[in-house]
């Protein structure tokens, strides 16, 4: 799950990061009243859930109320990569000496939440990566001891040569790792965390990530969600038992199991067509999945075909077939379906849906190639 | 020989009363593991299916000398139930659940690495020897004795794979579901080593995903340290960035941990890629042929 940056400075707060002060706004009335008699530079920013908001044009510094005014008014509305900008953030603005990266990241190879920091900060860290990976220092946290202080002064000499400059930035990572842990975070950014002219570290911009398998444990979190509408309907499906997400194509798929349904899209690519959809229906022949499952699928007008892909484990392709006979029965749909049954009982399955008409067969690549023939009629 | 599991192996089952974990030891009782033991807190003197039940995982091994445990609980409590396994002497732990929270997982790491426990999961399908041990949700009667070892994140799709295997007359040593999630256990790396020093196991099939870069690593391994023959297949390739495609670990973040990466880093490797999945048996005859030269 992720959140928008005004929602990473509100924790950042909490937890006593420095963090410049800021208003969030959802119109330009509300920006006229924030920056009524305004004294100071501040920094109006778009308020979206994708990167690359300051090349998009939706970061605007402003001097007086006029100018503020009229940045807002140019980035409410906006488009950032498919992205309306419906909110905004007036920020005080800082004088900054340097720009520097700050990161903790739950690292797959260590096993360990990792803190990454470099004083190549304000760019996208991904490209420091690519570019020049040893200006990224890495240093994995042990989960028992967590950051110490002399690790966390460490990695701050990394950056600052000023003993008293070490000890704000030892003091920040460490903070921000208390938030990583006690949030159950996946990612927690402060990029770019900067120096002032008058040598105070401070964070102006924030970014994070949280876990979705540990949001049962973190109401506060799950409070600040703001789905889209695409986000609302992988809600809703996982709400059901199924894992759903949209794509741009026409051939809808529904299959058990994430591996075999990445593997579906990716046939009915290799053989000219375009998955509209992934769709795991986990491992049951419960006809209500299935109903659940066809109805969110169909909710796609893009779908001109469907691609019923099941392996019957566990799970026997009879009962599967009696679940799907049951569901088509009550979903009753002109689009074109081609229903794949292999593993545990195939056979049988196959004869009960011989009865009802519907195109069957066996193999994945009969069946991707079956769909996206009848997705052209 | 073969790897992890065998027939001597016994096994305790964690959340044995429960609904799934009642099923799958039955299952695996009839396959022909050897349960030995059940646990449920609470529950402790009860029998499952002719398995007694203990209060604790303890208990369990004192009295019956399990070593491997499968482990069946809700997410929140397997972090708990995998190192009550490991503090009591179990070698090898097999974690079933969905949906355990990633910092669980990095906390009980060092844990287990101090006590020497082996785990693979969490978010997995569990494992097999054919003929000798099924410790898993795995459907038994796909499988077939014989020199394949297969590895895999997903389940369905090693089903998929391992079915067209057994067809093509091609048995398996042992075929082990790591599991999808982004921290998990025993993984390609450790895995591999397995397979290579295993004398019954002649061929290799790695079936891996989007997200992280393991992938490239055991490409990478390969190259330097596995002699036998490996064929590969990556799932994803369609798969849009930044989305979880299903499993937690499944997903490309800025653009690291794609399917074309992971392809390259194999065909570098001199490891072929299938296209899909029905190309596995073909190409692994291949490699065994040229191997046999």
């Known amino acids: 799950m992720k959140i928008h940056e005004y929602q990473a400075r509100e924790i950042f707060k909490k937890y006593g990061l420095p963090v410049p002060n800021h208003v969030l706004c959802h119109s330009v009335a509300e920006v006229k009243e924030a920056v009524k008699n305004l004294d100071r530079l501040v920094v109006v920013k778009a308020q979206v859930l994708v990167g690359g908001r300051g090349k998009a044009g939706g970061v605007k510094l402003a001097k007086t109320e006029a100018a503020a005014v009229a940045a807002a008014g140019q980035i409410l509305g906006m488009d950032i990569k498919g992205c309306q900008v419906e909110k905004v953030i007036v920020a005080d603005a800082v004088d900054i000496e340097k720009e520097y990266y700050v990161g903790l990241i739950n690292d797959r190879n260590a096993k360990s939440v990792t803190l990454m920091v470099s004083a190549e900060g304000g760019v996208e860290i991904e490209e420091v990566a690519q570019t020049n990976p040893e200006l990224i220092h890495r240093f994995p946290i042990n989960p028992q001891t967590g950051l110490l202080d002399f690790q966390a002064r460490d990695m701050a000499m990394k950056l600052f040569d000023d003993m008293k400059l070490v000890r704000q930035a030892a003091d920040i990572f460490q903070k921000l790792y208390r938030i990583f842990i006690e949030t159950d975070s996946t990612l927690a950014e402060i990029n770019p965390m900067v120096l002032t002219p008058d040598k105070q570290i401070l964070a102006i911009d924030g970014k994070m990530n949280f876990d979705d398998n540990a949001l049962y444990r973190q109401p506060e979190i799950l409070a600040m969600r703001e789905a889209d509408e695409d986000e609302l309907k992988e809600i809703d499906a996982k709400e059901k038992g199924l894992s759903y997400i949209k794509l741009d194509g026409n051939i809808g798929c529904m299959v058990n199991g994430a591996g075999l349904a990445m593997a579906t899209m990716d046939m009915i690519k290799l053989y000219g067509g375009n998955p509209a959809n992934f769709l795991d229906i986990g491992g049951s022949s419960n006809p209500q999945k299935v109903v659940d499952a066809m109805n969110i699928l169909l909710s796609d007008k893009n779908v001109q075909a469907v691609m019923i892909n099941i392996f019957g484990g566990i799970t026997r392709c009879d009962d599967v077939a009696r679940g799907l006979i049951e569901a088509l029965d009550t979903i009753k749909t002109d689009i074109p379906i081609v229903v794949r049954l292999s593993g545990t009982n195939a056979e049988e399955g196959l004869a009960l849906l011989e009865q009802t008409g519907l195109p069957t067969v066996s193999t994945m690549s009969e069946a991707a190639k079956k769909a996206i023939e009848l997705s052209k009629r | ?293």
């Open chain 2, 1 to 293: 020989m073969s790897i992890l599991v065998n027939k001597d192996t016994k096994l305790l089952v964690q959340g044995i009363t429960g609904r799934d974990g009642q099923f799958h030891a039955a299952r695996m009782k009839e396959y022909g593991t050897r349960v030995v033991a059940g646990t449920s807190p609470g529950k402790g003197g009860a029998s499952v299916l002719g398995i007694p039940v203990f209060n604790t995982v303890d208990e369990a091994v004192k009295t019956t000398g399990a070593n491997t445990s499968i482990i069946f609980v809700p997410a929140p409590f397997a972090a708990d139930a995998i190192l009550e396994a490991s503090y009591a002497g179990i070698d090898l732990v097999i974690a079933i659940s969905e949906g355990v929270p990633i910092l669980d997982m990095i906390r009980i790491t060092p844990v287990l690495k101090q006590n020497g426990t082996k785990l693979i999961g969490p978010n997995c399908p569990g494992l097999i020897t054919p003929d000798e041990a099924l410790i898993g949700i795995l459907p038994g009667m796909i499988f077939k004795k014989g020199n394949i070892g297969l590895m895999s994140r997903s389940g369905t799709l090693t089903y998929e794979v391992v079915n067209m295997l057994t067809h093509s007359g091609m048995g398996q040593s042992t075929v082990v579901g790591i599991g999808g999630d982004p921290v998990a256990g025993l993984y390609y790396l450790e895995l591999l080593e397995m397979y290579q020093n295993d004398p019954e196991t002649e061929a290799i099939v790695l079936i891996g995903e989007i997200g992280g870069d393991a992938e490239e690593q055991a490409a990478a391994y390969i190259a330097k340290h596995v002699t036998k023959p490996v064929v590969a297949f990556i799932a994803g390739q369609t798969a849009p960035p930044g989305k979880r495609m299903g499993h937690a670990g499944a997903i490309i973040s800025s653009g690291s941990g794609t399917a074309e990466e992971k392809m390259k880093a194999f065909a570098a490797a001199g490891v072929p890629v299938a296209k899909e999945p029905s190309e596995i048996p073909q190409l692994l005859a291949e490699k065994l042929a040229k191997a046999s030269v």
